[in-house]
């Protein structure tokens, strides 16, 4: 970024585009050349910031101003004020909401300062379509250093002593993975990028994709030198076009530039990166399914043993790992096993990207190291519950995972503590609920999900799930008794215990969880026929209060199917049985008389 | 030999390495119970999806329940086939496939020969706990077999036996989740798709979700019919495996008592189609010999290796599946087909009956006969040659209807001149007799020697593809046999390619020959019982006095009255069709 | 079985396509994403056509094709509108507005409105959790949209 004298980095993340990102982009540039200022300041579009809430963002580089919320139309003043005249446009700094005063720097905001990205170090800081920015932030520095320096197994061992585990959800120790495959003899391997990413509310290897696409294949050719394989795959969500066109232009330059193609470095070594399509199907995040699915079948997932790294794409050896592990690689070996492993817990080493989002102020995409709190990642760099709600319950691990609660802020996260307390680390969803959502519903909610993306293989999958949801929907609608409860949770241990991939393995989990963390919601929902957070609609009745009614007649108006009834002046009753609880009088009553109960 | 040692339930047991624990605990008495597992032995039959989970066991040391169907033993593993979480499981996940099933067990046509019914009975289950929606798909009826997948268990067996065994490809599971099941593309009727009517499906399938169409009611139907001269003939293979049906020893032969039955059941003539396999004999092999000779001669044209063409299942497949190498098969009809052309004319102008008041019945260990009789080439102003195909299970449904204690039935002998048949056309009814039977004959006519040694071992066996050479005094003829579709496959490419050395192939769409057919006793796996069947075949051959096709004096009397001689003008008309290109082509 | 209709050019553009995958079945569901690109959805025609030329069964490619939520029989509305209901957005009420939706075109999710104006499709997370609920119609995002907005969303495209 020598050229130029100030950078303007605009996020090009989805979040941030879906917000008229490429209008900024396009006006900025249009007000630069109009004050004839094209040779001194550069545009940049750049991966994901992070910072979604208060996206778009608009970062200034060299004095690091942060705008938030940024709109097409701010570009002109922008331009005007803190390039040409130097100063500073505060109606878009960042305000804390505490202190109420402008933050300008994102170091200065809650929201970054008990991050630590690694995996996420360049997404926010380079241009993901220029091979050159990566390169001068050490880019390809430790594929060049591990395969002109280092025979394989030294490399490995440093992953093995980085501690580094597979962040897609698994946990399983990276390094180990690799020995495995590099230990198998066969005449052809492969290396697989896993970016299936597929669990709702999750979106961090998407971010890193469109932030940083160098960072992964660079890892997955150090892989490949260091599992003796010479093709990568990567297979991606083909409702990711961004994360798509950027990985096609990196693969491109990266060609162009000799790292990837044939002898690089002149070491004779050969690896090149070809991209495979997904097509909607979660299940294909697991690594049997996405190796089906890779050669043109279903993906449907077949027992292990074999293991991909004995058996896999083709049957050949496959070391599949996911975008986050991969990216976190050439860190490692540029910074060492030892500077690594002292970020984090006993077992689990480094950082962890997590999507962190519903019912809190700062929804966005963070890094933390392992072992820091939910309270931390809730509160401190999530500003808390939106709206002054109570926090209620936090859902880790997608539909793979369970609910925790209040009681579970403190624990420092990590795979094992998170699995000890009924849910998982997954790859990073981190869904916040507060106290108006009805953990039942969110129960169903997830077997929902899991019912729609069960590939149908194996029977307690297949059939059991459904039976779960079936189950949940009967309570959800008043229609539950205390067997159905007895009932959902041996089911539930079965579906668990029987199921053939992890999907079924795990699916259970925020029934169990719930169940173990909300009994009592569940309870009231059986034995009194209520929904305690108001959710359930079929449970929940709207009244009228006698005493702030003042008889408008607006309720009686709006309501569909006629069920509000009484005199002009006088106070209005809703005749529970014709009541179809679409809330169209609730939200019109000025007067705050309605209430749900 | 590698071998790992461990425990289970308590014993312990010593395996070769690579051994599941299903089978491990087989060799101590420890029957695991299993539904979607099915292995045929000496076939390349195996499905193991690990999809169903009934065998699921418990393993110390593991987080979940393993599959023992698909899971190795190791060393020192301590393995549990009976604990209570097992238990619970099992009848859990059995519940929950029952929660998906209709429960109409009383009037299926599987009932009380169906995998699910008595494993739900060996498990004792008696109540549902989790009832919900049930997934229901669209009904397909084909002539031969009948799709109610309402009843699909998922287990796929059908899907290996149509793709890897057959290399058929019809069917596929579609859709995901609780919608998904097995069907032809776009869930088109069996009729529309390139099905072969081969119905391994419908041997494998646990369930009442694939059948045979039942025509019993439609031949009791005609047998009532004062009008109606009905006369049915029997397949080979079907008098070495309607025993077990009534619960006798898998290859107990029951020619006599399957005459006296069908007797008793009120058919006016009984048949046997193995008079028309002597038939086929000597037409094709008289085909056989004349493409040879013409070969010898130097023609280039001829078409050489000849194939066999008794079997509708494959004269489907290379139908849609090689149509460029329709002219390389016999022309000769099946000897089903040859029957019902000579039962139509010969014999129905012996009976003074117009052929419209007769009725040809077939008792075929096949489906896809089912399909051959309605094809439109074999009818006569929309009058059949053989008007109804049913299977050997229908005919033993039709027994019991009758209340024939068929086991105390004296045996019976077949009606002349359509009941006479040699060792030959027994044979017919297992892997590598047709050729067998050809060679016997085209040996004695080619050479005009006495042919002396006449059971050919090299011929005979289980072995998907098999190769012989046998002197015809001093001209070495080379033979291939293949059995299941996806061996005749292969045999196709290396024609198609030009490097089949083979003078004449026959093939047998189902594994095992007409023995293994689609519409045979179910064998539920036990491949032990398609290799009795086999040996009863045999055996048959081996105790009758005349083992050589052109030795059958009807048959010799019906050139001499009727035909004239072996692929001559009559045979032609009568005896030999042709093949259509069922390719689907794109239409621009 | 009726035999396969396809304009000329289109299928000369998909044997094209096939070829350049090596007509390796493989590489089925690559060629899938081409073809529906191509036609917008897969028709069975089509299905046929990839069969032939990859030579693998239709079955299989149908099996395929029901298997993955991403390809379509049906042909989309000239508006596809998307719900995402990845959790976030469930959270904060993208069910109320997929109901709103359904309300106004009186269509279920995965179908097309009669006119083939709009079809409604459920997507899980576009990633933009920032911004939830979240639509997007064809191309265009919509963030934070409520259930009173919808009626003027569809309006947009009348």
Known sequence: ????????????????????????VYNLNRVIEENGLEQEVQVVRTGCFGFCEKGPVVKMVPDNTFYVQVSPDDAEEIVKEHLVKGRQVERLLYTDPETKKHVSESKNMGFYKKQIRIALRNCGFINPENIDEYIARDGYASLGMAITEMKPEEVIRIIIDSGLRGRGGGGFPTGLKWDITRKVESDQKYVVCNADEGDPGAFMDRSILEGDPHSVLEAMAINGYCTGANQGLIYIRAEYPLAISRLKIAIQQAREYGLLGKDIFGTGFDFDVELRYGAGAFVCGEETSLIHSMEGLRGEPTVKPPFPSESGYKGKPTNVNNVETYANIPVILMKGAKWFSSIGTEKSKGTKVFALAGKVNNVGLIEVPMGTTLREVIFDIGGGIKDGKKFKAVQTGGPSGGCLTEKHLDIPIDYDNLIASGSMMGSGGMIVMDEDDCMVSMAKFYLDFTVEESCGKCAPCRIGNKRLYEMLHKITEGKGTEE?????????????????????????????????????????????????????????QYIISEEKCVGCTLCSRVCPVDAITGDKKAPHVINPTTCIKCGACFEKCKFGAISIQ | MDIVQLTIDNKKVVVEKGTTILEAAKTIGVDVPTLCHMKLEDTNFENKPGGCRVCVVEVEGRRNLAPACKTECTEGMMVNTHSVRVVNARRTVMELILSDHPFDCLVCAKSGDCELQSLAQNLGIREIKYTGAKSTYKGDESPAIIRDMDKCIMCRRCETACNEVQTVGVLSAINRGFESVVAPAFEMDLDHSTCTFCGQCVAVCPTGALTERDSSSKVMDAIVNPKKKVIVQTAPAVRA??????????GTLVTGKMVSALRKLGFDYVFDTDFAADLTIMEEGTELLDRLSKHLAGDKEVKLPILTSCCPGWVNFFEHQFPEMIDIPSTAKSPQQMFGAIAKTYFADQLKEKREDVVVVSVMPCLAKKY????????????????????????AQMIRNA?????????????????????????FGTTGGVIEAAVRTAYEVHTKKPLERLDFEELRGMEGIRSATIDFDGLPINIGIAHGLGNARKLLEDIKAGKSQFHAI????????????????????????????????????????????????????????????????KSHELLHTHYYDKKKKVEI | MANIKLPAAKVDELKEVCKKFDNDGGELINVLHAA??????????????????????????????????FFSMIPKGKHPISICMGTACYVRGAEKVLDEFKKHLDVKVGETTDDGKFSISCLRCVGACGLAPVVTVGERVYGRVAPEDVKGIIEEYL
């Open chain 1, 1 to 24: 970024m020598a050229k130029y004298k100030n950078h303007v980095l605009v996020c090009g993340g989805t979040g941030c585009r879906a917000s008229q990102g490429e209008e900024i």
């Open chain 2, 372 to 395: 051959e009789c309605s094809r439109d080439e074999f009818a006569v102003d929309g009058d059949p040659d053989v008007n109804i195909s049913i299977s050997t299970r229908e005919l």
């Open chain 2, 241 to 250: 495996a309607l025993g077990e049906e009534f619960g006798m020893e898998a």
């Open chain 3, 36 to 69: 529906q690109e191509m036609f917008g959805y897969l028709p069975a025609e089509v299905q046929e056509l990839v069969a032939n030329e990859l030579n693998v069964s239709v079955a299989h490619v149908y099996g395929v094709v029901t298997f993955y939520s």
């Open chain 2, 403 to 427: 209340n024939l204690n068929f086991e105390a039935l004296e045996e019976d002998d077949f009606d002349n001149p359509l009941g006479e048949s040699t060792g030959a056309a027994v044979i």
């Open chain 1, 484 to 540: 159905d409860l007895s009932n959902l949770r041996n089911l539930s241990n079965v579906i668990k215990d029987t199921s053939l991939c992890g999907l079924g393995q795990t699916s259970p989990n925020p029934v169990l969880s719930t169940m173990e963390n909300f009994w009592d919601e569940y309870m009231a929902h059986v034995k009194e026929d209520k929904c305690p957070a108001g959710q359930c609609k079929s449970l929940m």
């Open chain 2, 506 to 569: 026959e093939i047998m769409a189902c594994p095992g020959g007409c023995i293994g057919g689609g519409g045979q006793p179910y064998h539920h796996g036990n491949m032990e019982i398609l290799k009795k069947r086999q040996k009863a075949i045999y055996e048959e051959d081996k105790g009758k006095t005349l083992r050589k096709s052109h030795e059958n004096p009807f048959i010799q009397k019906l050139y001499a009255e009727f035909l004239g001689e072996p692929c001559g003008h």
